[in-house]
């Protein structure tokens, strides 16, 4: 199997050295087999700018949403759900577990990771627009065979039509500011029937501290943060915007779940993480720090082990074929 990439250029300011060209991404014990007239399709593509205002995370960014993200990992959080997903999808649709699967936004490399991990026999990309949670996931699945991870916007993907059986993406399409583009990518990369997996955040209970933090350093009620986890939260409006982009068969489901925003300074450093960037904007960590050490146990309480909890967290999984 060989996975043909469409040639890409990107702006240099939006993602750090990053350079990209028509190759074949061979995974280990893979055939490589020929290159065909493709690539002469593919040439004509090079020139598509990716978003300029697509949000990257910054290094510190990405550390803390690398250590908030480990809170999917409970039973009803999204990464054990969307593998039991993969798991139906898989035997809904091929007749073993060989199959490849993109994973889109995957941060520190979840799902990716644990799908990789539970079926040895996929092949799997995991995808990210921030070159730092492309380094943390690179060094996460260091030691796995079946699994690549590659830079990508998912407003202008470098793979080739019809590619992927599976595509999964946790907590991603609320990021771009092109949806409806990335949504298109999304299935133009995956094949007939293929299934798309993905989560969006219908409810956060942790966003309130932040917009209330805001408030206070603006004097006035704030606009969405730059990274809005919310901005897919009113009720059918992500299912509309998938059957619009012509998505079949769409079923959704909602869960819950408490985060843990650990203990000592991490509580206030994760609870700004969606706001990192106005605070420094405004010069308003003071006030910040002294709205959080005095309204912070409206929003959450202290556990036994003294770490930080935040209940009536909600999001919506939906499942949709191509």
């Known amino acids: 199997m060989v996975m043909v990439r469409r040639h890409l250029v990107m702006p240099s300011s939006q993602l750090l050295a990053f350079t990209l060209g028509r190759r074949s991404i ?7 087999g020929a290159i065909d007239t493709k690539l002469h399709r593919l040439a004509s593509t ?7 205002s697509t949000p990257l995370f910054s ?13 999917h990992r409970q039973p009803n959080g999204p990464w054990p ?3 039991s997903a993969v798991e139906s999808a898989l035997k809904a649709e091929l007749t073993s577990t060989t199959a490849t699967v993109l994973d889109l936004a995957s941060g520190p490399g979840e799902p990716a990771t644990t799908l990789a991990k539970t079926f040895p026999d996929l092949q799997i990309i995991a995808t990210d627009v921030s070159p730092d949670m492309v380094q943390i996931a690179s060094s996460n699945t260091a030691l796995l065979g079946n699994i690549q991870v590659e830079q990508a916007n998912m407003e202008n993907l470098p793979y080739e039509d019809n590619m992927f059986d ?16 990335a949504l298109a990518e999304t299935y133009r990369v995956l094949k007939p029937g293929g299934s798309l997996i993905a989560t969006v955040w219908s409810h956060m209970n942790a966003m309130y501290l932040p917009k209330l933090i805001m408030e206070n350093v603006l004097g006035e009620t704030p606009p969405p943060p730059p990274i809005n986890p919310l901005s897919l939260a009113e009720p059918g409006l992500f299912q509309s915007m998938l059957t619009a982009a012509k998505f079949e068969s769409v079923v959704s489901s909602k869960h819950e ?9 991490l509580p206030f450093q994760i609870s700004t993480l969606t706001i990192m960037a106005k605070l420094d904007e405004l010069d308003g960590w ?9 309204r912070h146990l409206e929003f959450g309480r202290f556990d036994e082990n003294n770490c930080f909890i935040v209940g009536g967290n909600i999001y919506e999984m939906v499942v949709a074929k191509k």
């Open 46 to 52: 090079s020139n598509e700018p990716t978003s300029a």
């Open 257 to 265: 779940y408490a985060f843990d925003m650990g203990k000592d300074d």
């Open 26 to 32: 061979v995974f280990p014990g893979i055939g490589t």
């Open 166 to 181: 599976i595509v999964t993406c946790c907590y991603g399409y609320m990021f771009p500011e092109d949806k409806e583009k």
């Open 59 to 71: 290094a510190e960014e990405a550390r803390l949403y690398s250590l908030v993200s480990e809170n």
């Open 286 to 294: 003071k006030v910040a720090k002294e709205v959080f050490d005095k």
């Open 81 to 83: 759900q969307m593998v």
